[in-house]
């Protein structure tokens, strides 16, 4: 049996022409934004550390139980690599917070830099509202300055 009018899990599809197959990668939008490239290739690289940090760590457990000649080794390289990976997962806070300093963060509405933005929106709409109703729109201040015909 072929795999025509059959369905990506393998089950035919009813009601659709012979050959056409529904999708296999269907976009969805993003919940949350995409972490910056910094910021991901930094997780990427910490998460991979520490797991190799914890498989080293269950190695030397192991070799410990057994009594091996690499158990000592084992454990001395496990502290060194416990102390790489706290340097890894530290790097991520630092380039996150590097990243907010040089490009900015999205202000929640408790922020103080929105709510001051805002008050300098007021202040500048009310200055240009009053400076609008002074002059008004051209020939209207100015009554008696166009001739009437």
């Not at 910021?39 to 998460?47: K, L, T």
């Not at 001051?116 to 202040?123: D, I, P, Q």
Request: proline residues 5%.
């Amino acid at each position: 049996m072929g795999t025509e009018g059959m369905s990506a899990d393998g089950v035919a599809a009813r009601g659709s022409r012979a050959g056409e197959l529904p999708p296999l990668w269907v976009e969805e939008p993003a919940v949350r934004p995409r972490l910056p490239d910094p910021i991901r290739n930094a997780a990427v690289r910490s998460v991979l550390i520490v797991a190799l940090t914890l498989i080293q760590a269950v190695i030397a457990f192991l070799c410990t139980l057994a009594g091996s000649w690499l158990a000592f080794p084992m454990v001395l390289s496990s502290v060194a690599s416990t102390v790489v990976a706290t340097w890894a997962v530290l790097d991520v806070w630092v380039t996150r917070q590097v990243w907010n300093q040089r490009n900015g963060v999205v202000s929640v509405p408790s922020s103080t830099a929105r709510r001051r933005r805002r008050e300098r929106r007021r202040v500048r709409r009310v200055a240009r509202a009053a400076e609008r109703s002074g002059t008004g729109r051209i020939g209207q201040s100015e009554t008696g300055s166009f001739s009437r015909a």
